[in-house]
């Protein structure tokens, strides 16, 4: 399973603090560089991919979207 930069980034941010939830505003911020704008769309696209190849890998609920608040990281249980 190879990530791009973008998930890489998305992943590690995600995995610093597994149990809490991460704002769309700060999980844009870990995926964009400097002076570089990064839409909603294309952070879903990255978050997509990622859940994609991390169920691919035997852990399809480590990511959970909570409406409204944001996104966080679990523990592999699949």
Request: proline share 4%; aromatic share 2%.
């Amino acid at each position: 399973m190879a990530l791009t930069a973008r998930e890489m980034d998305l992943l590690v941010k995600l995995m610093t603090r597994p149990d809490q939830v991460h704002s769309r505003p700060a999980l844009v911020d870990a995926i964009s560089g400097v002076n570089i704008h990064v839409s909603d769309r294309t952070m879903d696209s990255h978050l997509r991919n990622l859940r994609a190849k991390l169920r691919a890998a035997g852990c399809a609920d480590a990511i959970d979207t909570m409406h409204g608040i944001g996104i966080r990281m679990w523990p592999c249980t699949t």
